[in-house]
């Protein structure tokens, strides 16, 4: 049986592409997730495993949906050759239980493993960088204005907390973090 696996890491991502290429492929069933691909203990992915016997495929779109370290990929791809289950990277092919096969699964493992870990840098140098700025605020970006938060704390003074959160939209837990910044 042929068995896929598709997985993006924030839940922001669409997995459609994913699933799609998989489905072409003509897997039989198909584990996803929404998991981030730095934790072992993606439970889809756990489950897949464990359905996986002798003579079963399991099918993935590229390398990086299946592990991020080359350590975790060779284990798992090791365990999953000693109980008979092949292994097919659609971006690589069939992965082959050969010596020259194991050769080519560990180098492209390996850039996997850095093409990721230049990406973590990249990330870090960028945040370093944005971080010299005088407006460096880390985290998302606030949803309401200054101007829309005072005018909401405005309003607090002859409405209650659920009249003004109808009113603005400005939910009750964000009024009371306002209200105690400005001292009220």
């Known amino acids: 049986m042929k068995y896929g696996y598709a997985r993006v890491s924030t839940t922001g991502q669409d997995l459609q592409v994913q699933l799609n290429t998989l489905d072409n492929e003509g897997c039989n069933k198909i584990f996803s997730e929404k998991f981030t691909g730095t ?14 016997k002798e ?10 949906r299946f592990a991020r370290s080359t350590s975790e990929a060779l284990t798992i791809v090791k365990e999953l050759f000693n109980r008979g289950v092949k292994v097919h990277v659609l971006n690589m092919g069939l992965i082959e239980n050969t010596p020259t096969g194991r ?41 309401f204005t200054k101007k829309q938060v005072e005018h909401a704390l405005t309003l607090l003074e002859s409405h209650s907390y659920a009249q003004v959160e109808e009113l603005t939209g400005i939910s009750k837990s964000t009024l009371i973090r306002a209200k105690r910044k400005v001292g009220k």
């Open 39 to 52: 934790k072992a203990d993606r439970p889809q992915f756990q489950a897949l495993l464990a359905t996986l």
């Open 55 to 64: 003579g079963d495929t399991l099918v993935v779109t590229k390398l990086d």
């Open 103 to 143: 050769l080519i699964f560990t180098i492209m493992s390996g850039f996997a493993e850095f093409e990721r870990d230049l990406i973590v840098e990249r990330t870090q140098e960028g945040k370093a960088i944005a971080k010299q700025r005088e407006d460096f605020r880390e985290g998302r970006p606030p949803k």
